[in-house]
C-alpha cells in the first residue's frame, strides 16, 4: 500500500494531524493508496512556503524561470509510461489514451508556457498630451491551482504551468480521487531541483483543504477545474476577500450534424466525441442532434459503431472504454439512465453496468449508452451526467437546432457539421459556447482562449490569456519633459 505526501517547501510530507484518505482503484473497485486528507494547517504551512519562496522566483529571470520548468517537461517524457500506467490505475481510462493524451500533454503544458513567457510582451500607449504609458504585467504573487480527476495531470499542468511561468508560486490540491500522478508530478520537482516553495501540492478533501485554499487570506488567485456547483460555491467564498478567480465549469455539449455533412468523419467523431475517457470530458458531445433526412441511418450506424466499442481493462492496450472514476459515480450514471426511461426515453444500445472477469470484476464499468425519444428539455438532455451515456435528437431547421443547443443552463463547448459554409459562420456566431469545432471535435490549439458561458465558467485559460490571468496589469503613466535641462 502506498501512502502518498503532501509536497510543501520542497519536502515530502505527512499531512499535520496524520490522517489519509482511501484511493480506489475503479477498475478492482481495491484501496491500492492512501492520500493525505490535509486540512487547514497543512495549506497554512504551503502558502507561507510558497511566500518565502516568492520573491526570489518573481526576480529569477523569465529564462531561467523556463529552463526549469523544460526540464520538468522532459522529466515527464522520460518517465511517461510509467504515469501512464498511474494514470490509467488511478482514473480508471485506458492507459492507452493516457499515453498518447494525458501525459503528452502534460509535457507540452511545462513546454508551451515555459517558451511563451520569453515572447511576452506589453502595451505601450503614447498621448498626445506628451505622455506615454505603459503596461507592467507582475506577477500575482501565491495562487490556488485545483483541479479536477477526469483528466487528472493534464489539467493540473494546465494551471501550474502558466502561473510558474509568469513568476508565482503556486500551491496546488488535485483532486483526492485522482491524487497519483501529482504525487509523482512532486517527486519529478524534486528531481529537476524546482527552488523550495515554488511548488507545493496539497492533497485532500475538496470541502476542507480545497476550501481553506480558497479562504486562505494570502492566496491571490484561484484557478479552478471542477464541478458548476463547487465553482458557485468558491466564487461565494472568494469575493468578499476580491481574489483573481478562473473558473472551468461542467458542460453539456451539443454535436449538430447536418445532412450534407461528410458523413464518415462526422460520424466516426461523433462516437469519439460521446465516449472518449468514459464520456469523462467536460468537451464531450454527449447530446448529437442530427438533421432529419440522415436520422434513420446515422442512429444506426452510430448505435452499430458504439455496440462496438471494448469496455474493458484500462490496462489492457485494446481496451476503448476503461472504468468510470468511482462507484458513487457509476450509481450517478445508472440513476440518470434510469431517469431516461422514466422520462420516456428508448434505450438503443448498453444502459447497464458491465460485469468483468478476473482483476477487474469488482469494477466500476459502465456500458456505452445511447438514448432516443427525449425531448431537449427533459433532465437527461439539460444535466451533465459525465459518463458514457448521449442522446441522439432529430431536428429539421437550422432556427429550431440552435434554440436545442443553446437551451442549457451551459455554454462550454459545440461541434458542428455541415459543408455549407455560410451555415458554419452563422451558427458559429449564434452558438452560446466558449469553443465551436466544426467539421472536428477536440483539435486544440494552447494559444486559442479556452472557457465557457453561462454556468459553464467564468474567464478565459490558453496563450496570453492565461499568463494574463495570473498577472496583475499595472498602468504607469509617464508625463514626458521636453524642456531642454540645460
Ligand atoms: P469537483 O467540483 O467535485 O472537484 C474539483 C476539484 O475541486 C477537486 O480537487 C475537489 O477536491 C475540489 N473541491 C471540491 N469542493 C471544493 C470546495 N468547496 N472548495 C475548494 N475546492 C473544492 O469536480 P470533479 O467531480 O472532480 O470534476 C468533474 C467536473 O469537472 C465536471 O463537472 C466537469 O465538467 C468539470 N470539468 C470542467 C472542465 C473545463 O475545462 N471546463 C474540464 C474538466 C472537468
Request: net charge negative; proline share 6%; glycine share 8%.
Amino acid at each position: 500500500m502506498e501512502y502518498l505526501s503532501n509536497y510543501i517547501d520542497g519536502v515530502l510530507l505527512a499531512p499535520v494531524h496524520g490522517a489519509y484518505l482511501d484511493n480506489v482503484n475503479p477498475a478492482t473497485g481495491t484501496v491500492f493508496s492512501r492520500v493525505p486528507d490535509s486540512g487547514a494547517d497543512d495549506i497554512d504551512r504551503a502558502v507561507a512556503a510558497a511566500e518565502r519562496a516568492f520573491p526570489a522566483w518573481a526576480a529569477t529571470p523569465a529564462e531561467a524561470r523556463a529552463r526549469q520548468l523544460l526540464r520538468l517537461a522532459d522529466l515527464i517524457d522520460r518517465h511517461a509510461d510509467a504515469l501512464a500506467r498511474d494514470e490509467a490505475t488511478d482514473n480508471g481510462k485506458p492507459v492507452a489514451l493516457a499515453r498518447r493524451v494525458d501525459i503528452p500533454r502534460a509535457a507540452k503544458n511545462f513546454r508551451f508556457f515555459a517558451t511563451a513567457i520569453l515572447h511576452a510582451a506589453t502595451e505601450a500607449h503614447p498621448m498626445e498630451e506628451r505622455a506615454l504609458n505603459y503596461t507592467l504585467r507582475q506577477p500575482l504573487g501565491v495562487v490556488g491551482c485545483i483541479s479536477p480527476w477526469n483528466l487528472p495531470l493534464y489539467l493540473f499542468t494546465w494551471k501550474i504551468a502558466p502561473a510558474l511561468a509568469a513568476g508565482n508560486c503556486v500551491v496546488g490540491k488535485p483532486s483526492e480521487v485522482t491524487p497519483l500522478t501529482a504525487f509523482r508530478l512532486a517527486e519529478l520537482c524534486l528531481e529537476a531541483g524546482l527552488p523550495p516553495g515554488v511548488l507545493n501540492i496539497v492533497h485532500g478533501h475538496g470541502a476542507r483543504a480545497g476550501a481553506a485554499l480558497v479562504a486562505h487570506p494570502k492566496i491571490r488567485a484561484i484557478s479552478f477545474t471542477g464541478g458548476t456547483r463547487t465553482g458557485a460555491a468558491i466564487a461565494h467564498a472568494a469575493a468578499p476577500r476580491f481574489k483573481k478567480l478562473s473558473l472551468e465549469l461542467g458542460g453539456k455539449n451539443p454535436n449538430i450534424v447536418f445532412a450534407d455533412c461528410r458523413y464518415d468523419e462526422a460520424l466516426e467523431t461523433a462516437v469519439r466525441a460521446a465516449f472518449t475517457n468514459q464520456g469523462e470530458i467536460c468537451l464531450c458531445g454527449s447530446r448529437i442532434f442530427v438533421e432529419r433526412p440522415l436520422y434513420e441511418r446515422f442512429r444506426d450506424d452510430f448505435v452499430r459503431r458504439v455496440e462496438a466499442l471494448r469496455v474493458g481493462d484500462p490496462l489492457d492496450e485494446d481496451t476503448d472504454v476503461g472504468a468510470v472514476v468511482s462507484e458513487a459515480h457509476l450509481e450517478k450514471i445508472l440513476a440518470y439512465i434510469e431517469l431516461a426511461k422514466d422520462e420516456g426515453g428508448t434505450v438503443l444500445c448498453g444502459g447497464h453496468r458491465v460485469r468483468l472477469d478476473g482483476r477487474c470484476a469488482g469494477g466500476f464499468f459502465v456500458a456505452p449508452t445511447v438514448i432516443e425519444g427525449l425531448g431537449p428539455d427533459c433532465r437527461v438532455n439539460q444535466e451533465e451526467i459525465f459518463g458514457p451515456v448521449a442522446t441522439l435528437i432529430p431536428f429539421d431547421t437550422e432556427e429550431e437546432v440552435l434554440a436545442y443547443a443553446n437551451g442549457t443552463p451551459y455554454g462550454l463547448a459545440a461541434i458542428l457539421w455541415t459543408e455549407n459554409l455560410g451555415r458554419a459562420h452563422r451558427l458559429a456566431a449564434r452558438l452560446e459556447a466558449g469553443i465551436v469545432w466544426v467539421n472536428c471535435w477536440m483539435l486544440r490549439d494552447l494559444r486559442t482562449p479556452f472557457g465557457g458561458m453561462k454556468q459553464s465558467g467564468v474567464g478565459r485559460e490558453g496563450g496570453w490569456e492565461a499568463l494574463r490571468f495570473f498577472t496583475e496589469a499595472k498602468n504607469v503613466c509617464i508625463k514626458l519633459d521636453d524642456r531642454d535641462p540645460a
